[in-house]
């Protein structure tokens, strides 16, 4: 079995970097396509990914059932878009998640790569090794001007949006985030919050994405990704010293008592379990606590979410402690 | 150096055994009385104990100064009542607080023995020592009939309050408390919530003792508020199980959170650390958790209070936490 999922650094401040192409096949229209269209997309790319057999033995292809339960947990996976859940189409995804091509989203193809950390480059590498394999079977809609056409002009060109996924709740919890959000804006990238703006069930994660994708080669906006994260990156860890001056004593508390709270509850919901996590984050990165690998804490950031879980609301607040305590058991206080 | 303080047992459920006894100096009034008549009183006790060297040796005599913060630390100790930190006197007491003798309360003399868990028997038998070098040297106001004479007709004949403080939290609760409140007035006793009337803040002590002085001679007060005490005991302990039945998870969850929170909080305010070592020693005794002897819960429960600790809220705060930390570091939570 192959890996996909790559891997960078900064991983106690950047959860993922995603890589994603939006590409169209020549001869499909882009609005009004039925599912059996999309099957016919789906079977010529998965004929594509044969020509490279190690490859494509480690990816399956499933059908997207519109508005599903399985659909939603893709979702809240980032395997496959709201968008895509809701319509229904296709996935082809290697089976660590690592790769995905969605098919019957607003472009008949989206081909997407996920990395731990900060690692742009080795995603849009495999990204691209991807795309040269649909590319040499399936002919593609481009433009000798414009790049690669696209269902909505925000992709046209390169069709690359590349993100990366920061923890920033210092940032968030006082006035540095708005600032940094204009300046990501001059930049030429957008700062979101991860599953809806702002809120504190998010658990203070936001994504970085260019905004720009015509006029600059893919290597350049990869580029200009590591250095607006950098920024960013620099930004929060700089907020972090202030609250520490300001409040140590208020941090740490808060730092260790998350970490108390996940090794030791029998029930948790989402958002104390996401806010633990976060201090949590915090608290390995500033020095309060140690024992676990950051990336454990981002997975399980994820990984508590309700659709994942499953069950009653009751029987997901256990099971999301029972998890909590197994992956915090070897977290440990620095006094 | 002695050890006045006596040892019992249930000290899962029992802080301390209580036992005081009551004594006037015949030849002084019961009213009026002046800090220069206590003072003399106050000389013939502590003559009356070097008749026995070997006890005299280890306590020390220290006048109360009306109002003072000696005083009132010295009431959060249990060392003498909240009457003569106010009206001001003398204390005389053994080097571990396990015997206390106030002069210029109520009555002249009050000697208080003190234990550890369920021990009603043997801080009688050393009140009884201790009253005898007393009245060896100082003859009592006593009336053939009646016993000993006190200020108030509540304390007449043997003048012995004896008294259990309990952890209640089950039976407080619910309606448990009100019955066995009830139960234990019918059997001539009292129940009353420790530090002001079972606010949250009292952590759920609550102290049984006798309201009977009169007409029953003192090993029968013993043997009866032995009886009361365990039947109080059994109740909370029942009141536990039928919590453990009806939602194991959710007192599991509050056991293990407030342990998680004791061992990891930087700071920590009165009324949060009374309620977690509440939970804590629910959690000893109904074996989730393990590691630390629930006397030494039931002391930090004393020693977390304000007065006690000194500097301001915030000094105090922080000071609380790292006294907490210390006292759970071997608290294991049990799967």
Redo the contacts between chains.
Sequence with gaps: MSTFIQKGGFTDLVATTRVRLARNVRGYTYRGLGLGEYREIADKVWSALQTAPAIASDFAMTEVRAGSQEAAALVEKHLISPDLARKGGFLIASSDGGAAIMIGEEDHIRLQVLGSGLCPKECMETARRLAGLLEGQLQMDYDEKLGYLTACPSNLGTGLRASVMLHLPVLAANSGLSQMMSWAGRQGFTVRGAYGEGSKATGAFFQLSNQITLGLSEDAIIDRLIDAATGVIEAEKKAREQLRTRDE??L??QV??A???L?????IDTAEALECLSYVLIGLQMGYLRGVPSQDIMAAEQAVRPVLLGGTAGERD?KR?TFLRAVTENLE?LD
Excluded: L, M, Y
């Design positions: 004593i208020g740490s508390d260790c008592r970490a108390g709270i090794r030791t509850a029998r029930r256990v402690a206080v």
